[in-house]
T-cell receptor, first 121, second 110 residues
Framework: EVQLVQSGAEVKKPGESLKISCKGS????????IAWVRQMPGKGLEWMGI????????IYSPSFQGQVTISADKSISTAYLQWSSLTASDTAMYYC??????????????WGRGTLITVSS | QSVLTQPPSASGTPGQRVTISCSGS????????VNWYQHLPGTAPKLLMF???QRPSGVPDRFSGSKSGTSASLAISTLQSEDEADYYC???????????FGGGTKLTVL
């Protein structure tokens, strides 16, 4: 079964750092791009960026460039999303998703269940 | 403010047909495919429709998609109670060089 398993919920204080993970299984992890998507409380989905685990090529949404770092460790089929200094506005649910498709159209066909990040003093 | 515009809510009774719209621009829907995702709170979003009108395996044929110019629609015929969820359209935006989502439509089955 193809799945993405995300790390558990986190409660952090402003200014702290954090790295969450997304582990792929049931497919060739290095052959598919992995995206990160944010959902703030009561809001819609926002694409943050995407990484190709095969060579760690990464594209960031302009809205998130410089705010987060996306990385991957292909040896353990895991993608990461990290912050160096969290703020309250980072409180949200974060999803990872696998990109599938072809040059005529791409889509996110497998999603993780999400990691809830709460930042509060 | 989302790049793609969806109505915030929609509703219908069981058995009815419901349509959810998604409006964009030439840099996204007008030049690329549209995908739709179904999201029940507390669960992973689910791919519902890709490449405008293609259903992944397991998605009932009650769901259909269409696109015209810079707008797209998701139609649900014969509405069922389990269809109550949030629905998001999405597309690649060539000007922003990234994926954009609609703000989501909360579908209520009355």
């Amino acid at each position: 079964e193809v799945q993405l398993v995300q790390s558990g919920a986190e409660v952090k204080k402003p200014g702290e750092s954090l790295k969450i993970s997304c582990k792929g299984s049931g497919y060739i992890f290095t052959s598919y791009w992995i995206a990160w998507v944010r959902q703030m409380p009561g809001k819609g989905l926002e694409w943050m960026g995407i990484i190709y685990p095969g060579d760690s090529d990464t594209i960031y949404s302009p809205s998130f460039q410089g705010q987060v770092t996306i990385s991957a460790d292909k040896s353990i089929s895991t993608a990461y999303l990290q912050w160096s200094s969290l703020t309250a506005s980072d409180t949200a649910m974060y999803y990872c998703a696998r990109r599938n498709g072809h040059n005529l159209g791409w889509y996110f066909d497998v999603w993780g269940r999400g990691t809830l990040i709460t930042v509060s003093s | 403010q989302s790049v793609l515009t969806q109505p915030p809510s929609a509703s219908g009774t069981p058995g009815q047909r419901v349509t959810i719209s998604c409006s964009g621009s030439n840099s996204n829907i007008g030049s690329d495919i549209v995908n739709w995702y179904q999201h029940l709170p507390g669960t992973a979003p689910k791919l519902l429709m890709f490449s405008v009108n293609q259903r992944p395996s397991g998605v009932p044929d009650r769901f259909s998609g269409s696109k015209s110019g810079t707008s797209a629609s998701l139609a649900i015929s014969t509405l069922q109670s389990e269809d109550e969820a949030d629905y998001y359209c999405a597309a690649w935006d060539g000007s922003l060089n990234g994926w954009v989502f609609g703000g989501g439509t909360k579908l209520t089955v009355l």
